[in-house]
């Protein structure tokens, strides 16, 4: 009797391994492409607003998985270079598109910025992902007409490309000193929420 239910008790746990890795395999992944804003740059580990995504789509849709492929001082030009792998290796369902910001500090062409943009874009609806497009905005450093380009070209590309927008990534804290690191760039810990539920928004309507 105790070796059959020994035996009982191993098959049980075979079968749940098995439930399990189907499941992971099957888990639909949301890649998020972008730079330190949402590398986690400055934050200890698990507080950036991709790993918190991972955890309420844990809890609310865990058919979903996220792979942060973000990498500080990312542009959109270094981003071009990568996208092709990055579909490649993680056959992303969603993309989450958030470049743009390193451009816009260095004072680059925001024509190329706007093509490279437009060459991630297409290259993820290739692949058959949906695309989220992340929005930012820049102090008017460079002047009022490249600050308002900047900003238009996220919202422009949208509409053309018919992807889902988030208009600003920093919405609703980012005139609030408190919520940046000392570099007065990078958000902190306690930011990392209100990201995650601004990009939420956009993000809710994609999953099935």
Known sequence: M???????????????????????ASAATILVFGDSLSAGYGLARGEDWPQLLARRLREKHPD??????????????????????????????????????NDALRGSDLDAMRRNLAKMIDAAQRAKSRVILVGMQIPPNYGQTYTEKFQDTFRDLAKTKRVA????????????????????LHPTAAAQPVILDTVWKALTPLLK
């Open 2 to 24: 105790l070796i059959r239910l020994r035996f009982l008790f191993v098959g049980l746990i075979l079968v749940l391994s098995g439930a399990l890795a189907a499941n992971a």
């Open 165 to 184: 927008l988030v208009p600003f990534l920093l919405d609703g804290f980012a005139d609030k000193r408190d919520y940046f690191l000392p570099d007065n």
């Open 64 to 101: 979903y998985t996220v792979a942060n492929a973000s990498i500080s001082g990312e542009t959109t030009l270094g981003g071009v270079s990568r996208i092709d792998n990055a579909l490649r290796t993680h056959r992303p369902a969603i993309v989450i598109l958030a470049l743009g910001a």
